[in-house]
Structure formats: structure tokens, C-alpha cells
């Protein structure tokens, strides 16, 4: 999305009493898309030459009530953390207030995905404390399609880690006193 299309929402938000979490990764990407590969300048060296643009642009989102913070990056693999460390440091000496959440995957994830390995052979434990330990978030996040359908028989059916996934998130919370949140669907989309 563009701006345009974040200050729309955000604008409806205001209207009706939400808040948002705002997507704009715009420049960013290399950083926090887990896609594509950390080249070039680190974090800090792009935060140096392009850190007021971007506090600019965030402080354009800012005159919304209703704008919570920002959803920095969606289900990143390890190799992300040190950097999406440097970028939570520099917005929350801006926007104290504000959310930098970092989503993470769910414990069915490969091993490709997580670890940035698809030969390792890690327990999803690790991904979950290296996240701890490296980027120290307010709080953790991560989503879990718990729900899907069984084309064999047409019938839904619970994915058969949804609990366990749940007690990673759970025993982290009450070990680090770091509270958590699970992203669910409200619609369907593919099998889900």
C-alpha cells in the first residue's frame, strides 16, 4: 500500500474507534521481508542516511489517533533479528508509545523459513528464544492457521499443533514476564 491507502484507513479508524497498525515498510524491505537478503548497508548505515524521511512519514501516521504503531515485520527468519533489533531501538526512541510489532511464524514452519537453513534441523524453541534474546520486543506476536479444511472429506478440522504452539508462546510469556498476542483469521483464504 501507499501512504494514501494507510492514511484512508487510518482515517476510518479515527472515525470509529480503532487503532492500526500501519504496514509501510517502504525502504525497509531488505530488513524485515524475510524473502530477501540482508546486502549492502546494515540497518544502522540506512537509518543514518534515510532515518528522517522515514520519521517524517511516521510522523504523518502519528496525527491519527487511531495509529498504534507499526507491523515492522511479518514471520522474519532468524537471520533478520539483529537488524529488526536496531530498527525497533531507533522507533522506539521516537515513538515510545507506540507498538513495533514483529510477527512471528508458527512452529510448522520449515526449517528454510525460520532458520533461513532448509537443511537445519533446529527446534522451533530456538527461533522463539533467539527472538527474545536478540530483538528484547515488548511483547511477542505470531500467527497459527489452526483451522483447515481436509479435501479428502470436505470437513474442517483443528491443525494438530495449535495447542502446543500456544504453550511455546505461553512458557516464554511466564518465564520473561513479555506478554503475547496470536494472530487468527476472521475470514477463510486457500485451505484456511
Not at 527474545?132 to 472429506?153: C, G, K, M, R
Not at 499443533?161 to 505461553?170: D, G, R, V
Request: proline residues 5%; contains cysteine; hydrophobic residues 35%.
Amino acid at each position: 500500500l501507499e501512504s494514501v491507502e494507510y492514511h484512508k484507513a487510518l482515517s476510518l479508524c479515527d472515525k470509529y474507534g480503532l487503532t492500526m497498525l500501519v504496514r509501510d515498510q517502504k525502504g525497509l524491505e531488505k530488513f524485515v521481508v524475510k524473502e530477501l537478503g540482508i546486502t549492502g548497508e546494515s540497518a544502522a548505515e540506512w537509518l543514518k542516511k534515510n532515518g528522517e524521511s522515514l520519521k517524517s512519514r511516521l510522523d504523518d501516521y502519528a496525527t491519527h489517533p487511531s495509529f498504534a504503531g507499526i507491523l515492522a515485520a511479518d514471520e522474519p527468519h532468524t537471520g533478520k533479528y539483529p537488524e529488526l533489533r536496531i530498527l525497533q531501538d531507533w522507533f522506539k526512541k521516537y515513538y515510545p508509545e507506540k507498538e513495533f510489532e514483529v510477527n512471528l511464524l508458527p512452529d510448522y514452519a520449515s526449517q528454510e523459513q525460520l532458520f533461513n537453513d532448509e537443511k537445519g534441523n533446529y527446534p522451533y524453541q530456538k527461533y522463539l528464544d533467539e527472538f527474545i534474546d536478540v530483538v528484547q520486543p515488548e511483547y511477542l506476536s505470531y500467527d497459527h492457521y489452526a483451522l483447515i479444511i481436509n479435501h479428502e472429506t470436505g470437513e474442517q478440522y483443528l491443525r494438530p499443533s495449535y495447542l502446543k504452539n500456544l504453550e511455546y508462546f505461553a512458557k516464554a510469556s511466564k518465564r520473561t514476564g513479555i506478554p503475547f498476542k496470536v494472530f487468527l483469521l476472521t475470514l477463510g483464504h486457500w485451505d484456511f
